[in-house]
């Protein structure tokens, strides 16, 4: 069981909370609280801090996940109709290249001070996370020329957030060290339903059997190839879905700080063929109210 954290105080208290580490932290609030990109000195303390809390229980760092409702003020970012689909995450990090060398060399930097795991967002082909992986390997020839340690065999992970992502997991796993499942953003891509919008708020649904359908995939393809496979969106903390992840085979749950007790707990109480049934159910289902029926979840 990990948690999510967006700062070091979040980190602090996950791990107060019973947290095996970290499987989500959002670098993005580096950026947000001040008037500028932050350098890489600024990032690097603040990664540091967080590695060291954690020890040698992993502490998963997302890149800069920037655009779609995500916004900084000091930076330009032309209006697009379809924002969610547009320049956003990784995109903008392999579009901006000295952004995110500033904050790989930060992460790497901390690498040697704890059990760092960086995830990059939104990838949606296999040469986007070639790309992003070509960046890493340049600042690790940077950081060895300047007689810099960090940890050599660092972990490099995909967020599964795109239906692409999905269909080519097989090809992701063999190139990955780990998967996340973001289930925001997942569910909003794969059912064509805007998650901010009110009036299509109740097609809103991981429990749909297209979702549940796409998070097995993912999960089979992952283990096929030696890939661990968790799942960091808000759909994890809820205890109530425990019995249909561990039945699907997640490797790790990454939850908020407030509720990995009682997602640890319903974990504990779970007969793991029953949750196999239960998942193996939900995958056959024709809808979701039949998932909903099947864990009851109202």
């Known amino acids: 069981m990990l948690g999510n954290a ?11 909370a019973g947290a095996e580490g970290i499987g989500l932290f959002r670098s993005e609030f580096l ?15 603040a990664y540091r801090a967080a590695a060291e809390l954690c020890g040698a229980r992993p502490l998963t760092v ?37 952004l995110f060398r500033t904050q790989l060399r930060a992460l790497l930097r901390a690498s040697a001070f704890g059990n760092v795991r960086v995830m990059f967002p939104m ?14 390997e340049t600042c690790m020839a940077e ?8 940890d050599r065999d660092i972990a490099l992970g995909v967020m599964i957030e795109t239906p692409a992502a999905v269909f080519i997991a097989d090809e992701l796993a063999a190139r990955a060290r780990f998967f996340s499942i973001g289930t925001n ?21 991981t429990l749909h059997p297209a979702v549940v359908r796409a998070m097995r995939l993912t999960v089979d393809a992952a283990h096929r190839h030696g890939c661990e496979v968790g799942i960091c969106g808000e759909f994890a903390g809820c205890a109530a879905h425990a019995e249909l992840l561990v039945g699907l085979g997640f490797d790790e749950l990454s939850v908020a700080p407030p509720s990995v007790p009682a997602v640890k707990e319903r974990i504990r109480g779970l007969e793991t063929p029953q949750a196999e049934l239960t998942a193996r159910r ?7 109210s039949e998932v ?3 864990i009851g979840v109202g």
Do not use: C
């Open 292 to 294: 909903h029926e099947l």
């Open 62 to 98: 997302r890149t800069l996940d920037i655009g779609g409702d995500k916004a900084l003020p000091y930076m330009h970012f032309e209006p697009e109709e379809n924002p969610f689909l547009g320049w956003r995450a990784i995109r903008v990090s392999l579009a901006m290249p000295e």
């Open 31 to 45: 950026y947000m609280q001040g008037p500028a990109l932050p350098d890489e000195e600024t990032q690097f303390a």
């Open 185 to 205: 953003d997942l569910t909003q891509y794969v059912l064509a339903v805007d998650r901010g919008n009110r009036r299509i708020a109740a097609m809103y649904d």
């Open 123 to 136: 990838i949606a082909s296999v040469g986007e996370f070639r790309a992003a992986k070509a960046v890493v």
């Open 282 to 288: 939900a995958v056959e289902a024709a809808t979701a």
């Open 6 to 16: 967006a700062n070091v105080d979040e980190v602090r208290r996950a791990l107060d």
């Open 143 to 150: 950081l060895d020329a300047e007689g810099v340690a960090y």
